[in-house]
């Protein structure tokens, strides 16, 4: 199965999906996060933030801006008079399973944390201006926003979220077994010209653009350490050549089926088994002397990732 392909990708996780929520002794709480893509210099590019070594969730690893649902992102009734959408557009851009309520939330969530941790506010007035969105940016740099400041923003202010930059892209559940766990929507948006994307310098400690490819390379070589799924996402990011692939590609995506992958603790680092792997379901024993020599090169379909010495990396079966 290439693992780049993504059609192919969402009919096998529907035979070997895992997904049974009720079942999982720690229910995941609800996060959002946004891939952020830009064509610079005749290139595609996506953007990344390193994870401060303090973060309790993936430390020091490179991720896509992103976060947790707060309680004020789930005041759905609310929300729908400041986003740029009807409800039943809203419903045929990001439905599927996920009922009103449910969408609303992992969207505002979405535009909320891609604010606070990479500078970018996915957001606009009817009276736009520059000024506008410099002093909510210029706020953000000298103080940690208080909780529900996004909901003062819409209210008092008069701002509009932008669910039409919103596309879907892929629903992950964190493997049982980790500390924290994360049911996650992922968007894509394309970037606004106009606004510039930074850390804050508290969660988030550098930040970067940079191909998938060189994303990837960067992993291998240690200096720009993945989590898992931005790898997976980088992976799946190779197979469209320009803006324009990537664009008919979103227009036409839903969520999948939710990817639960399975962690399996070895005596050097941790294996994860994607949910399309063969033996996702199955006890089996592991070759961990042979995972080192298994690693693969970029590109090559893969459903295992193993970590060893700081770095999670595809391996073959």
């Known amino acids: ?136 940016q210029d706020r953000r740099k000298v103080e940690e926003l208080p909780k529900g400041w996004l909901n003062d923003l819409v209210v008092s202010e008069g701002w509009m979220l932008a669910f039409s930059k919103l596309t879907r892209w892929a629903h992950w559940i964190t493997p049982e077994g980790m500390p924290k766990r994360y049911e996650t929507r992922f968007f894509l948006a394309f970037m606004h010209p106009g606004q510039e994307c930074n850390p804050d310098a508290r969660e988030t400690t550098h930040g970067i653009w940079v191909s998938p490819e060189k994303g990837l390379i960067g992993n291998l070589q240690g200096e720009i350490p ?22 008919k590609e979103v227009q036409a995506r839903t969520w999948g089926e939710a990817l639960l992958p399975r962690m399996i603790r070895l005596p050097k680092g941790t294996l994860i088994l994607e949910p399309w792997d063969p033996m996702s379901k199955k006890e089996f024993e592991i070759d961990t002397k042979g995972l080192e020599m298994n690693s693969l090169p970029i590109g090559e379909p893969f459903s295992r990732i193993w970590y060893n010495r700081g770095i999670w990396r595809p391996v073959g079966n």
């Open 226 to 247: 993945l989590s898992p799924p931005t790898l997976v996402i980088l992976h799946e990011l190779l197979q469209y050549s320009d803006m324009r692939d990537l664009k």
């Open 1 to 136: 199965m290439s693992f780049i392909n993504a059609p192919e990708v969402h009919k096998l996780l529907s035979r070997y999906s895992m997904i049974d929520t009720k079942k999982m002794a720690t229910k995941p709480r609800m996060a959002s996060t946004v891939i952020l893509i830009r064509e610079h210099d005749g290139e595609m590019q996506v953007y990344l933030l390193k994870r401060s070594t303090m973060s309790g969730f993936f430390p020091g690893t490179y991720v896509f801006p992103g976060g947790r649902v707060e309680t004020e992102d789930q005041a759905s009734g609310m929300w729908k008079a400041h986003v740029d959408l009807d409800i039943e557009e809203i419903f045929q851009r990001f439905g599927g399973s996920l009922t009103e309520e449910e969408t609303l939330t992992y969207g505002v969530t979405a535009i909320r944390e891609t604010f606070e941790e990479a500078g970018v506010l996915l957001a606009y007035r009817n009276e736009y201006t520059e000024e506008n969105l410099e002093r909510v």
